[in-house]
């Protein structure tokens, strides 16, 4: 074999390793994403959670002083995220805006109590549990009624529950299509080297002197192609990240490390594995084999 053609040869190899390692780059970058979204779920689903408001209105006589000082100390609560204290003032001009500036006329003193708007914690929206926090704020005596909108607390938690259960196929499926895209990839890579490994057991080297040199090379490849994968993944979500500004505030470090060890976790396992497997069995094949 002349020098032309061990060029060419190597060139078909690069070639070969480059595609391989783009190809499981670009499947690693799925599982990215699938992971984003599974340890991030439970934050989805809070944050949309602490978005339900629910209005204390107090009494036609509380004073706003008074009012001031039991939202300060409603603010305390175990199920309290936050409040906001609406006086008389800001309920008639959200009142005028909805149903028009002389809407007052027909009363002689104003009809708008002083009212508190609150957001609980994620766990307890749900409607047992609003139940409970309704009894504990109407039991204070300056507490007229408390409302919020029970369909839209059991619509929301029906769709999450919804959106948790094909999260899950999801992940499942794109897992499952990793493995096997990643699996035939490697297949192919190390079956062209096929003669190289019987020519090693020729000459009287062992499985293990065989395997060595293979899986060393796929761990590289798993890591880089984790890497890339990685790479993508953080641009994608940097571009996304505009037009999704108060969704992405849940989306804390800790989980995104998270995301990237699960992208490396699989690139090496998947990589090895595969390797592994196709190694062996092309060890035992015979010669005759080698060429079907």
């Known amino acids: 074999m002349g020098k032309g053609d061990n060029r060419i040869m190597k060139r078909r190899l690069a070639n070969a390793y480059l595609s391989s390692l783009i190809s499981i780059s670009l499947v690693l970058l799925l599982v990215g994403i699938a992971s984003m979204l599974l340890v991030n779920a439970k934050g989805v689903s809070d944050y949309f959670k602490e978005n339900v408001q629910v209005s204390v209105m107090m009494k036609q006589n509380v004073q706003e002083?008074?009012?001031?000082?039991?939202?300060?100390?409603?603010?305390?609560?175990?199920f309290i995220k936050s409040t906001v204290f609406?006086?008389?003032?800001?309920?008639?001009?959200?009142?005028?805006?909805?149903?028009?500036?002389?809407?007052?006329?027909?009363?002689e003193t104003s009809p708008i109590p002083v009212s508190i708007d609150v957001t609980l914690m994620a766990d307890y929206v749900s409607s047992d549990s609003l139940e409970v926090v309704r009894r504990e704020i109407s039991a204070s005596p300056l507490v007229e009624e408390v409302n919020y909108q029970m369909s839209l607390v059991e619509a929301l938690n029906a769709n999450l529950s919804k959106i948790s259960s094909v999260l899950g196929v999801f992940i499942c499926l794109m897992l499952f299509i990793s493995f096997v895209l990643i699996n035939n990839t490697v297949r192919l890579n190390v079956f062209a080297r096929r003669f190289t490994i019987h020519t090693m057991k020729l000459v009287g080297a062992t499985r293990q002197f065989i395997r060595a040199p293979f899986l060393v090379q796929a761990a590289f490849q798993g890591v880089f192609a984790a890497f890339l994968a990685?790479?993508?993944?953080?641009?994608?979500?940097f571009f996304i990240r505009s037009g999704f500004v108060q969704l992405f505030e849940i989306f804390r470090l800790?989980?995104?490390?998270?995301?990237?060890?699960?992208?490396?976790?699989?690139?090496?396992l998947i990589c090895l594995t595969s390797t592994y497997l196709v190694v062996n069995k092309l060890i035992s094949l015979g010669k005759d084999e080698l060429y079907y």
């Open 254 to 268: 800790e989980l995104l490390l998270m995301v990237m060890g699960i992208v490396l976790a699989s690139g090496l």
């Open 65 to 78: 002083e008074a009012a001031m000082a039991f939202c300060d100390e409603l603010g305390k609560e175990r």
């Open 86 to 107: 609406v006086s008389r003032e800001q309920g008639e001009r959200e009142l005028a805006r909805q149903l028009g500036d002389d809407f007052l006329d027909v009363f």
């Open 230 to 237: 990685v790479i993508a993944l953080i641009v994608i979500m």
